[in-house]
């Protein structure tokens, strides 16, 4: 029994590894600042939907980890942020692929019940999510192998998880919400721009190209700034406009972390990935203290209106 007992925690080990869940912040920030606007605007929510939205959020962001590194891995592109599981042995690609195809079969689920709540629009939201996620790596669409990956996450894990969020918890939707969502779009679409940075060679070497190895170096670290950049003046520019409160400045706090992002990034070889080894990691970093400081100040707008 005890030894029973070993194996499966071992295998549990094993696959908690293989979905990454160190990016899962990633996917948390948008659902909670969907929630949060929810709050400010004081519009009537079924707040019991809350957990159950974050649920399908991990299930799907765990799903596309899956497929997509059973597709890079097929194609020979398993690159520094891979999990590293089936280079090590420690699953089957097979078992990698029916791995994510469960968790789309979780999210699916989940789905249903939003669906039985609000309708067609949660229908079509989880559609474009799932087919999105899945199409991102997966034959014979890979839009991340032709160009077409930082735009398709800015889609999917910006406006698209922030507006879902709002509208399963209140059935309504306005343009402020898409407005909110720009800024956590831009430094979640950072951080692929920063691993495609540093993967510009590795990925060229493997045939594939990214938007960062459709430009080059030295404009894909362009991009990387402008993206950084864009975050922090679509939200002076909201606050300004008094769509979002005069609080949300408080992101401005994280700029000491943006900009050592950005330095790095610029500061980057073409010929020394090395240099940015964990610029994806450090722009995660940046996107969860830029979204607890937004998340902050709708509820504190809320509390001081």
């Known amino acids: ?113 939003f669906i039985a709540l609000r309708g067609w629009p949660i229908l079509a939201i989880g559609l474009v999510g799932m087919l999105g996620g899945y199409f991102y790596t997966a034959t014979p669409v890979g839009y991340k192998y032709i160009g077409l990956g930082d735009v398709m996450v800015f889609i999917l894990m910006g406006p698209l998880m922030v507006i879902g969020s709002h509208f399963v918890l209140t059935g309504t939707y306005n343009n402020n919400v898409f407005w909110i969502s720009l800024p956590i779009g831009c430094l979640v679409t950072a951080i692929l721009s920063g691993n495609n940075l540093r993967d510009i060679l590795h990925d060229r070497q493997a045939g594939i190209t990214t938007f960062a190895g459709l430009v080059g170096h030295r404009w894909a670290k362009l991009e990387y700034a402008v993206l950084d950049a864009s975050a922090y003046g679509i939200t002076t520019t909201l606050a300004g406009l008094r769509i979002l409160p005069i609080w949300s400045l408080m992101t401005l706090l994280s700029i000491p972390l943006a900009y050592k992002c950005v330095q790095q990034a610029l500061g980057s070889k073409p010929d020394k990935p090395e240099q940015i080894a964990t610029l994806d990691i450090q722009t995660a970093h940046l996107h969860l203290a830029f979204g607890v400081l937004l998340i902050i100040s709708l509820l504190l707008g809320a509390f001081l209106k």
């Open 1 to 113: 029994m005890i030894q029973i007992r070993g194996m499966i925690l071992q295998q549990a080990k094993i696959w908690f590894r293989a979905v990454r869940p160190f990016s899962f912040t990633a996917s948390t920030v948008p659902v909670l600042v969907g929630a949060a606007w929810v709050f400010y605007e004081k519009t009537p929510a079924n707040w019991w939907l809350l957990p159950l939205i974050w649920l399908a959020a991990l299930s799907i962001h765990a799903a596309t980890n899956l497929v997509s590194e059973y597709f890079d891995y097929i194609k020979g592109d398993i690159s520094f942020g891979s999990s590293r599981v089936l280079l090590e042995g420690l699953l089957s690609p097979r078992q990698f692929l029916i791995g994510g195809l469960v968790m789309f079969a979780v999210t699916a689920a989940i789905g249903l019940v």
